[in-house]
């Protein structure tokens, strides 16, 4: 159960209000338009406090957040989007979700220059600069999303990234589906994230109803959630070396990646370990003869990792590509409240896993790098490896016997957050009850919500040629981010 | 660089041989739901086509429960929920077929599609354009595992190119959310004739759990396909399967009867739900 301290401010003084408590920004939205007015909610991460803050907004405007917490700037953009309701000064109100499918144009916004001017840096402007619109179909295979690169030929002037191309709208399923069924919904969210996702949604439900999950299914969903980090770290790795025409490092973290695909499949019957993690517990138990099987996979999967890894961190021309590519200062990191191994990589001591502290994790130490480059995020994610080998060894030595699914029982709070660190970074499900068994409001915010955000702040003194070294080192899923 | 030529020169042989030999699920894979279609009574069907969020299970005006393998995400919900065995999980990885309606079970309706290959001029090499309309980014990852030293999907002359003007298969993921309607469509119309529209994935084929109004509900709204490949997401063989049937180098596989012989579906099936 994650508690949190309840708030009540009128919407003009919300912007203070969150500036005030000098923590993170998990989330912003407004809550469904069925009860009266308009609701603004905010959650905020400050020192170990959740503070849950309500705003509510009686007209069709109230005065923006996002000059001064600049972690506000997507969320309002959607709240204007799909709500109606105006953030008025909001440094740059043009449409997140709903855009207009043909752009060409880049728009540098104001807060750009001023920015550089900051940093003693000047935009490259002239009669030769243009802009390259890429995506949203893309040479390769690749999800659709689209970035308009502005350029003079080699280095990159500005670079804007629009998303939303594929808002399949997950959170209206999952409240109009038989609360059985909506967990199925969430796994499909950001299909390299299923486990991440049934967890946080499932989370959240466990917390409408008070359930308390079974320490057999914590250990079960704890192998499950590290194994989903490890093929999405391996994923990154292999498209870092793409990228840098690693061609037998490419294959070798391939088949690496694929050993683990194929444990997913033998273990729960789907390569990316969909409807293994449910409400109350696991739809799947892991008997000896599976254990074993993890033990075995997992021993020479180690081995063979470490080896292609120590080659890989002797690599010149690997290496080379990565760092000082793409940098993330700690203070742009934590303005725009970034999660996952991005922020840890600048520095910032996030972590879903200790912070909202679930399904039974032992105390580990949380990957930092101070360097905030592709580099140091691709370190950050060799050492999770590790760590998530430790908690799988862990969870295996530490199953007990015992039931994996407890039945979860009517809804006994109005609402409720469920928290998973994906491998991507932290993944949130704010949960509205309808009544005892339904619900009425569903709020997910992916942690590519969150890193998509900074985007255009990673080209500084950059070159085309690094810009695909760059979006792989965040690891982005746009699924995820459009929901 | 030694040091990696000596890594991939001693590891042994990963590549399947996958078509000449088969390449089978392990046990308990969830790739669809097989059905009898004469073994549930009608209060059970109503009951299991309720658990079935893609709609993949529905009743047929006579109460006869109809599966549409199109749109099943292999959860196996409607195994758990019927114990008289009339649901198995079929554990198969070639579930491609050329024609829609080929994919329903229990549908009476005869179709016109053949099931004979494409072939001609696909038959020997394939370049391939991937256009993504909204898939959950899972079926990328399969589509890119191709590359990898256990499918090498380029022994078998597919390739990806990164223009579609020199493509003859348009592979599409994704149940087409709106905004992607207007670039896949441009993509098609850059490719020349003849082509061929590859549709990867249950939320392709159909939509699966994907509504109106945010999704058109399958690649068939949009475009002429050619080649439904159904999965939760399509495993790497199954994607092979399907793109070997659009080069005319494989045939479709039929779903395990039920009434052929005693065994049934048990050869292929696993032990229902994992």
Known sequence: ?483 | MIRWFLRGVTRRRLTTRYPRTEEPAPPGFRARALLDPNAINPRDAWRTAQVCLPKALTLDHQNRLRLDAGRCIGCGLCVEAVEDGALAIDAGYELASRSRRRLIIGDVQEDDISPEVLGGPFRRSLHIRHVDAGSDGAVEQEIAALLNPYYDMQRLGLFFTASPRHADVLLVTGPVTKPMEEPLRRAYEAMPEPRVVVAAGTDACSGGIWTEPEVLGGVDRVLPVDVYIPGDPPTPIALLHGLLLASGRAREVSAPSWDADAAGPAERAGAGAA
């Open chain 1, 1 to 483: 159960m994650i508690a949190f301290e309840d708030r009540t401010v009128e919407a003009g003084a919300l912007a203070t209000e969150l500036k005030q408590l000098e923590g993170r920004l998990m989330m912003l939205f407004a809550t469904s338009p069925t009860e009266g007015p308009h609701g603004l909610r905010a959650l905020v991460r400050a020192g170990d406090v959740l503070v849950n803050v309500r705003a509510p907004v009686p007209g069709s405007t109230y005065p923006a957040v996002t000059p001064m917490v600049p972690a506000a700037h997507w969320f309002e953009r959607e709240i204007h989007d799909l709500h109606g309701i105006t953030p008025e000064g909001h440094p740059r109100l043009e449409p997140l979700v709903h855009h207009a499918p043909e752009q060409r144009e880049v728009e540098i916004p104001e807060e750009e220059d001023v920015r550089l001017a900051h940093r003693g840096a000047e935009r490259l402007a002239g009669p030769g600069v243009f802009v390259i619109p890429y995506g949203p179909v893309r040479s390769g295979v690749f999800e659709s999303a689209q970035f308009l690169v502005q350029t003079g030929g080699e280095d990159v002037a500005y670079c804007a990234q629009r998303l939303f191309f594929k808002r399949r709208g997950a959170e209206r399923r999952i409240c109009e589906v038989p609360l059985d069924l909506a967990v199925l919904v969430a796994e499909r969210v950001s299909g390299t994230s299923s486990v991440a996702h049934a967890l946080a949604f499932s989370h959240a439900v466990e917390s409408l109803a008070q359930t308390d999950v079974a320490p057999r299914a914590q250990a079960i969903r704890r192998i499950l959630a590290e194994l989903e980090r490890l093929y999405n770290h391996l994923e990154v790795t292999v498209r870092e070396c793409e990228d840098a025409s690693l061609s037998v490092g490419q294959a070798q973290f391939a088949a690496l990646k694929e050993r683990l695909h194929r444990l997913a499949g033998a273990l729960v019957g789907n390569r990316y370990l969909r409807g293994a993690v449910v409400p109350g517990g696991t739809r799947i138990d892991l008997d000896t003869t599976a254990l074993d099987l993890i033990t075995t996979t997992m021993t020479d999967w180690e081995r063979d990792w470490e080896r292609t890894l120590a080659v890989l961190l002797r690599t010149d021309s690997f290496l080379d590509r990565l760092v000082s590519a793409g940098p993330l200062p700690e203070e742009d990191a934590r303005d725009f409240a970034c999660v996952g191994p991005v922020a840890r990589a600048s520095g910032i001591d996030v972590d879903t896993r200790r912070d909202l502290a679930y399904d039974g994790y032992p105390a580990f130490e949380v990957a930092r790098h101070s360097d905030g480059d592709a580099m140091a995020r691709m370190e950050v994610r060799f050492h999770e490896v590790d760590a998530s080998l430790e908690v799988i060894r862990e969870a295996i030595g530490t199953l007990a016997p015992g039931p994996t699914r407890v039945a979860t029982g009517p809804f006994v709070r109005s609402c409720a957050l469920g928290a998973a660190e994906s491998a991507r970074g932290e993944t949130l499900y704010w949960l509205e009850a309808a009544d005892d068994t339904a619900l009425r409001f569903c709020k997910l915010r992916a942690a590519s919500f969150m890193n998509f955000g900074i985007f255009n702040r990673l080209f500084d003194s950059q070159v085309l040629t690094d810009f695909s070294f760059i979006e792989h080192s965040l690891g982005l899923s746009p699924a995820g981010c459009d929901a």
